[in-house]
């Protein structure tokens, strides 16, 4: 069974950075659709993108992430990365990392089908 263990959340100030990883155990990262969420107190969890790309290439990204956060993955490594850039103090939440073999895992059925790591928590104040 896939599992998968963020790291990397903490606290930062606005307009600070921070990456986070997910590394991905008993499956190659290249097999697998992988996405980032993030969760904000009070908040439904929400797409941060996935690893689903457009014409030319490059992830998709929810509108408030694009410009400020970057999804990569090194395969060698097994792991998926987040790299956020000029945070502010609404992007503090529970980030999580998830798995599927189909994208439309991540989306339907509350992502109840795809594996969900144990979060890493990022807080962005002064």
């Known amino acids: 069974q896939v599992q998968l263990v963020e790291s990397g959340g903490g606290s930062v100030q606005p307009g600070g950075s921070l990456r986070l990883s997910c590394v991905v155990s008993?499956?190659?990262?290249?097999?697998?659709?992988m996405a980032w969420f993030r969760q904000r107190p009070g908040l439904e969890r929400e797409a941060v993108g996935d690893?689903?790309?457009?014409?030319?290439?490059?992830?998709v990204l929810a509108q408030y992430a694009q410009g400020r956060f970057t999804i990569s993955q090194d395969v060698a490594k097994n792991t998926l990365y987040l790299d956020m850039t000029s945070l502010r103090p609404d992007d503090s939440a529970m980030y999580y990392c998830?798995?599927?073999?189909?994208?439309?895992?991540?989306?339907?059925?509350?992502?109840?089908?795809?594996?969900w790591g144990q979060g890493t928590q990022v807080t962005v104040s002064a």
């Open positions: 998830a798995a599927a073999d189909q994208r439309w895992k991540f989306y339907q059925y509350g992502g109840r089908r795809a594996t």
């Open positions: 008993n499956a190659a990262i290249g097999s697998l659709a």
């Open positions: 690893t689903d790309t457009d014409s030319e290439g490059r992830m």
